[in-house]
């Protein structure tokens, strides 16, 4: 049968549309004399030949690419454990170095895994040339405009972030709430490193932090790209590692307590939700091996997966969001936090009777918190209820507020549904203690909130998006709008 026009046009798009999709495109081989380099190191260094090539996607931009069909079940990669950049590694070969007035110097034991893989970052990226690594660090992202922390970390050294400059202020402020409380939390992570480890290695003779840009981006190198290691290896097999190692080049083997470390090639893929993949270290070969469970053709970006984050993890950790993330939820802790205060406040918001005080309302917040049941309130757009812990506190606050007063029938109740035992609050007698309608009302109205405020957001981005170094990150911003804004209008028609 001839189909019409309409139809073939139809079918036109979709086929672009699918070839479009992450992994179906072919990505452009790269060309870069890092990556020529980057290859012929590691192949000097023992690392098997493996199905992967560099190479630029419209999507993902760097990733590898299939250069040949790759079959569930074969190994995407294997990494020997002499390319594996561990912290035990990095303390041993501080341990060697003497300390300023001539004694061996035990301090840079207390680098934390993260501390010690941030030092050895900065300090071969200072080497340039002459670091035997080079061609690891060469391979290296220049910088990290993707990542709020990059962006907002300022040029000196200080525990909270810098917003004073029109660029990252403005990016602070477009930030969801939840991206923006990790990356504060980053800041005095990165702060607390950099201060911690100039003072352990202070003593040593190794070059010095003095440089906080250049410490950032070696942080976030370690951020972005560490492997997690698995099982670790027995001290017996550690023993038996070192002994087999004579070349005093290279980094000492890994140890059973290291969890993390960088693994140069296999640090160049990049993350899909659909990847299957398992990982671990193979004590027979003594190799991180990577195999994968999807099948690859020719040509196709080859993923791994990061793990089932939801896109305000991903942007905050890794600097980038996928459009259409399985995982994303929308998170109500902000708004919940806001909806107290203005209580206790007895804000106009409020409707809380004048019996109803700050304390009891503290008391209910206290309630929740020795259940474990305070924060991480959610709503998913493919669950029709809203989650267990924003159900709790809701039939927990509402009945209160409404009432004006902590009364002992609606806590009773409330404790019942809790341990499950009246799953139902139609069972009771009294209909103004049925709080479900109430929740309801209260969800409508917050995403009715979420809605207006997610508008505004992302029509500020794409007004902003073109044209700056930050333009991915406005990118990522705008799918993180658009399914705050997709979710809330969902819940907030809901009935
Ligand atoms: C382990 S590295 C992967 C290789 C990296 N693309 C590169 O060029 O070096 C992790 C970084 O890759 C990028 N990335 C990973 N998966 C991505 C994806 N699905 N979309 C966009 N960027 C991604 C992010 O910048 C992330 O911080």
């Not at 806590?411 to 019942?416: A, D, G, I, M």
Request: net charge positive.
């Amino acid at each position: 049968m001839r189909r019409g026009r309409t139809f073939r046009q139809r079918r036109r798009r979709a086929d672009r549309l699918k070839k479009e999709a992450v992994g179906t495109t072919r990505g452009t081989p790269s060309l870069d004399q890092e990556w020529t380099d980057l290859r012929k190191w590691c192949k000097s260094q023992g690392m098997p030949r493996y199905k992967l090539s560099l190479a630029y996607f419209p999507t993902t931009f760097r990733g590898m690419m299939a250069t040949k069909d790759i079959e569930p079940g074969e190994d995407l990669i294997r990494v020997p454990e002499r390319l594996l950049v561990t912290a035990s590694k990095i303390r041993h070969t501080l341990l060697a170095r003497p300390n300023r007035s001539g004694t061996p110097s035990p301090p840079s034991r207390g680098l934390s895994e993260h501390q010690a893989l941030a030092y050895w970052i900065y300090s071969e990226s200072c080497l340039s040339n002459k670091s035997l690594w080079s061609s690891y660090i060469r391979s290296l992202p220049r910088d990290f405009e993707s990542v709020p922390l990059y962006v907002l970390s300022g040029d000196r050294p200080s525990d909270e972030l810098s917003c004073v400059a029109d660029g990252p202020r403005w990016i602070a402020k477009h930030l969801p709430h939840s991206v923006l409380q990790r990356v504060v939390q980053q800041q005095r992570i990165l702060f607390s490193d950099w201060s911690q480890t100039r003072k352990l290695l202070a003593t040593i003779v190794v070059p010095q932090l003095t440089e906080w840009r250049r410490y950032v981006w070696a942080w976030l190198v370690v951020g972005t790209r560490c492997i997690h290691l698995g099982s670790p290896t027995s001290p017996t097999q550690q023993q038996q590692q070192s002994k087999s190692l004579s070349d005093s080049t290279i980094l000492k083997p890994i140890s059973c307590q290291d969890s993390i470390a960088l693994a140069p090639v296999l640090d160049l893929l990049n993350h899909s939700h659909t990847a299957a993949v398992s990982t671990g270290f193979e004590p027979t070969t003594r190799q991180f091996v990577i195999k994968t469970h999807c099948r690859y053709a020719k040509g196709q970006e080859v993923f791994i997966s990061y793990g089932p984050h939801d896109n305000h993890f991903m942007l905050a950790e890794y600097g980038f969001a996928i459009e259409y993330n399985p995982f994303q939820i929308l998170e109500l802790d902000y708004e919940m936090d806001a909806w107290i205060l203005a209580l206790k406040s007895n804000a106009p918001l409020s409707q809380a009777k004048a019996a109803l005080t700050a304390d009891a309302i503290d008391g209910l917040v206290n309630i929740l918190k020795r259940h474990g049941l305070w924060g991480d309130f959610t709503l998913s757009p493919k669950d029709p209820e809203p989650s267990y812990r924003l159900l709790a506190a809701l039939y927990l606050l509402l009945p209160v507020v409404q009432c004006g007063s902590t009364s002992h029938s609606s806590s009773n109740l409330w404790e019942r549904w809790r341990r499950g035992e009246n799953a139902n609050y139609n069972s009771s007698s009294n209909a103004s203690n049925m709080p479900e309608a109430a929740a309801q009302q209260w969800i409508r109205h917050i995403c009715d909130g979420i809605v207006q405020k997610s508008n505004m957001m992302l029509e500020d981005v794409q007004i902003r998006q073109s044209a700056c170094p930050q333009e991915f990150l406005f990118r990522c911003l705008g799918v993180i709008w658009h399914d705050t804004n997709q979710c809330a209008r969902l819940w907030s028609t809901r009935r």
